[in-house]
């Protein structure tokens, strides 16, 4: 079974900025999409980017411009850059493998806390 494995996460003031990784095991990593997603307390968990088996990538409007998603498929890792973080930035970060645009399976996820 693929199981995703994040770190990066922690805390960190307004403005600041973290990597996420991910390296999944278990399957062709470079042959698959690959997606960030996010879950804020009381919310739902949200996609937050994704980016192809070719290297396009997607961003919910509320991070373009200050994350950037991006992958080493030698490496087996998926990464999110996270600049510029915001208070409602703050959310356990998961990794997943999309299958027909779907997450696949969620790991343990990584903790970012924005706070001064």
């Known amino acids: 079974q693929v199981q995703p494995v994040e770190s990066g996460g922690g805390l960190v003031q307004p403005g600041g900025s973290l990597r996420l990784s991910c390296s999944p095991s278990?399957?062709?990593?470079?042959?698959?999409?690959m997606a960030w997603y996010r879950q804020a307390p009381g919310k739902q968990r949200e996609l937050v980017a994704s980016?192809?088996?070719?290297?396009?990538?997607k961003y919910v409007e509320s991070v373009k411009g200050r994350f950037r998603i991006f992958r080493h498929n030698a490496a087996h890792t998926v990464y999110l850059q996270m600049n510029n973080l915001k208070p409602e930035d703050t959310a356990v970060y998961y990794c997943?493998?999309?299958?027909?645009?779907?997450?696949?399976?969620w790991g343990q996820g990584t903790q970012v806390t924005v706070s001064s």
């Open positions: 278990g399957f062709f990593f470079s042959r698959y999409d």
């Open positions: 980016i192809s088996s070719d290297d396009s990538t």
């Open positions: 997943t493998r999309l299958m027909s645009g779907q997450p696949d399976s």
